[in-house]
């Protein structure tokens, strides 16, 4: 489970990082940066490793999941550029919810009693954070219709549950460190030739501030992370893995209200709070 604490403390850094750079560069120059990076980063575990034996459906898994992966990690600069980081990051609570059943459904894997409780209190953790005094419940299902960020955040929420399983069935098929290495290599080639779709980012800040250490540190980041999230399935269920990793989701948000001063602090924090909860609960 330690391996799952590493890696949403890592995503928790990454999450700032992003936020910074998203504001500074366009949103696809920001991914080609970090993927490109973290991607030779992890070429060199895997030569360190030794390469491993792979099949063809580790290609094909890899494949895919490597161009979810760009699509999500454009959407995910742009949403925590758009919008506070204590109305997007939170909502990556739904992602152990998916998890859970899709590993179900693919892996077979049953989180106890315990566990659906804290995926749970996660799941409700991020709907109240848009509760608004007046609002519904309709409201709390429609409110990311009206925060870009959250909008495009809850996108990455549900594909990142999805694809957490075919992660661990490609991993059968080869191992971490390569499976890692593809996807962020082969996802900065399909941003890098697919880059003027994505626009010039016209939230862009124009300064001084220098990116490129900026940057490599965001790959270094973000390669450590993703290799401690793929090795923490070596011992733990998908879900509670996403679980552990979603609670970073209130360290994000104190961040957002502390450093970027983003306002309605007091609900903000208690949804996180209460997400945090939920993952007290599984990994006690």
């Known amino acids: 489970m330690w391996l799952a604490i590493v890696a949403s403390i890592g995503f928790v850094i990454l999450d700032v990082l992003r936020k910074v750079l998203g504001c500074r560069l366009p949103s696809w120059k920001v991914v080609l940066g970090i993927n490109t990076g973290s991607g030779f980063l992890l070429l060199g575990v895997v030569g360190y490793e030794g390469l491993p034996e792979f099949d063809l459906l580790f290609v094909v898994l890899a494949s895919l999941e490597a161009v979810g992966f760009a699509v999500t990690s454009f959407l995910y600069v742009q949403a925590v550029s758009l919008s506070p980081l204590s109305l997007t990051i939170p909502y990556l609570s739904f992602t152990p919810l998916v998890s859970a059943l899709t590993a179900l459904l693919l892996l077979g894997e049953v989180p106890s009693f315990r566990g659906w409780a804290g995926i749970l209190l996660l799941f409700l953790g991020g709907m109240l954070l848009h509760q608004e005094k007046g609002g519904g419940l309709l409201r ?42 593809w996807m962020s290599i082969l996802s900065a080639v399909l941003i890098l030739m697919f880059r003027p779709r994505f626009g010039d980012g016209g939230n862009v800040r124009t300064s ?39 609670a970073g989701g209130f360290f994000s948000a104190l961040l957002g209200v502390v450093a970027f001063r983003e306002g309605h602090c007091r609900r903000r924090i208690t949804a996180a709070a209460l997400m945090l909860v939920g993952v007290l609960l599984i990994l006690l």
């Open 140 to 181: 709390w299902f429609t409110a990311p219709l009206r925060e870009p960020g959250s909008a495009r955040m809850l996108i990455v929420a549900a594909v990142w549950g999805i694809t957490t399983s075919i992660d661990k069935i490609a991993i059968r098929h080869g191992s971490e460190a390569l499976l890692a290495a």
């Open 208 to 246: 001084r501030f220098r990116t490129g250490p900026w940057l490599l540190a965001a790959a270094g980041v973000a390669g450590v992370a993703v290799l401690a999230q793929f090795y923490a399935y070596r011992t733990t269920l998908v879900a509670y893995v996403e679980a552990v990793k979603r």
